[in-house]
Nanobody, 115 residues
Framework: QVQLVESGGGLVQAGGSQRLACAAS????????MGWYRRAPGKQRELVAT???????NYVDSVKGRFTISRDNAKNTVYLEMNSLKPEDTAVYYC?????????WGQGTQVTVSS
């Protein structure tokens, strides 16, 4: 069982930056593919970014060049650095840990970007 706790959400102005963090319990964090998802009001949850155990990253097109996902296996933590934020980035952001077909989710953290 893995528990995920997100932090770093809040209100930010358009064009600003914010960093989310997700701390994971357990001692096998390094084998998981970690990801960030988001759910905007009235929309379905979408994948934002992932980082594999081998540090390969993947991003949804809408955040490429603005967001950076990274992981620190020594701290069992995954980060999402968000720059040049836009109002359309407003959403609840969820941390995800994936190992084969097993997924774990955090409780979510609200990010609100004001115009």
């Amino acid at each position: 069982q893995v528990q995920l706790v997100e932090s770093g959400g809040g209100l930010v102005q358009a064009g600003g930056s914010q960093r989310l963090a997700c701390a994971a319990s357990g001692n096998i964090f390094s084998v998981y593919t970690m990801g960030w998802y988001r759910r905007a009001p009235g929309k379905q949850r979408e994948l934002v970014a992932t980082v594999t155990a081998g540090d390969s990253t993947n991003y949804v097109d809408s955040v490429k060049g603005r967001f950076t996902i990274s992981r620190d296996n020594a701290k069992n933590t995954v980060y999402l650095e968000m720059n040049s934020l836009k109002p359309e980035d407003t959403a609840v952001y969820y941390c995800n840990a994936k190992y084969y077909n097993t997924h774990y989710w955090g409780q979510g953290t609200q990010v609100t970007v004001s115009s």
